[in-house]
């Protein structure tokens, strides 16, 4: 076994997973796994650049991270940063900091390789299922990248585009920091669905989402619409973690969040208060991926990015 830690940290948030892996068996066992909402991406879509409110957030959490895997021994530590310090200006600030804290270097990634790493996260464990067919579709939202992967036992084709549940609801849903409308109005939730429209039309140019026999859906929008289908009194990772919820599920959950107020969805209990202004952007993400391939339901991982970049340190 080697015991590695891996950080995640995107647009929206950053996550430690410190865990024990062995190559010759596939097997992973998380000694320490946790997400912090750090909002990295804070205004990036409109300034370029990194708020420095942002950027001492996201180093507070990294400070409580340096802690652990300290505390837990891991031998190596892989740092990615995915799509909010790709996009900004002052990025050498973000990886100053990080090198002071953790004391290694972030690897700032292409969309492509965010790609293959949450394919290998998401996809390991179902090595064998003759209950899922292939290939799959994985489909990591983000806060300000949506990756679409598709595969079966390796990657075939991945794409990258800029639609995610940070950058939507920033780009239509807030101005200066204030919510323009609360629920949103039928205007603004067509300006989503048509840059989503646009982004899908993009990812189709690339990754054939029509042979997808299998959807696998990642991150937090995925996990949280989940969690509300499975009624959950709070957030419940064993039960999510390979959870199949119907199109029609999603459908229902997206409308919901989409005409509900603030303080409505925060009422919520599997909701994280961190996502309670993202989180209808995200999910009507997924419920837009559905629809294009015709998915019947999502199969939804747990395991993602966090886990493939823990897999490329072994």
């Not at 996260?121 to 179902?126: D, I, S, Y």
């Not at 990812?203 to 509300?228: F, H, K, M, N, Y």
Request: net charge negative; proline share 3%; hydrophobic share 40%.
């Amino acid at each position: 076994m080697k015991r590695v830690a891996a950080v995640d940290c995107g647009t929206n948030s950053i996550r430690l997973l410190v865990a024990d892996l062995d190559p010759a068996t596939g097997e992973l066992k998380d000694l320490d796994r946790r997400m912090t909402i750090v909002r990295l991406g804070q205004g990036v879509d409109r300034t370029g650049r990194l708020a420095p409110e942002a950027l001492e957030r996201t180093f507070a959490a990294c400070r409580e991270y340096a802690g652990i895997i300290r505390e837990l021994g891991a031998e190596k530590l892989r740092f990615v940063a995915t799509s909010a310090s790709r996009d900004a200006e002052n990025r050498d600030d973000f990886v100053r900091g990080v090198v002071d804290i953790l004391g290694v270097e972030p690897e700032v990634i292409t969309g492509d390789q965010e790609a293959e790493f949450s394919f290998t996260g998401a996809t390991k464990e179902l090595t064998g299922r003759t209950d899922l067919d292939t290939p799959y579709l994985v489909v990591d939202i983000g806060g300000g990248s949506t990756e679409f992967v598709l595969g079966s036992d390796t990657v075939r084709a991945a794409r990258s585009v800029d639609i995610g549940c940070v950058r939507m609801t920033e780009r239509h849903l807030v101005e200066d920091g204030k919510i323009l409308a609360d629920p949103p109005g039928e205007d603004r939730v067509a300006a989503i669905k048509a840059d989503i429209a646009r982004a899908l039309d993009q990812a189709a140019e690339t990754v054939p989402l029509s042979e997808a026999r299998t959807l696998v859906g990642l991150a937090g929008s995925v996990t949280t619409v989940a969690a509300i289908a499975l009624n959950l009194s709070e957030y419940d990772s064993a039960a999510i973690h390979h959870s199949r919820i119907p199109l029609t599920q999603v459908r229902e959950i997206t409308h919901r969040l989409l005409t509900t107020t603030h303080e409505e969805r925060a009422k919520i209990p599997a909701i994280h208060p961190g996502r309670v202004d993202v989180i209808a952007a995200g999910a009507l993400v997924l419920l837009s991926v559905m629809e294009r391939i015709g998915a019947e339901e999502v199969v939804v991982s747990e395991h993602d990015i966090l886990d493939g970049i823990a897999w490329s340190c072994a």
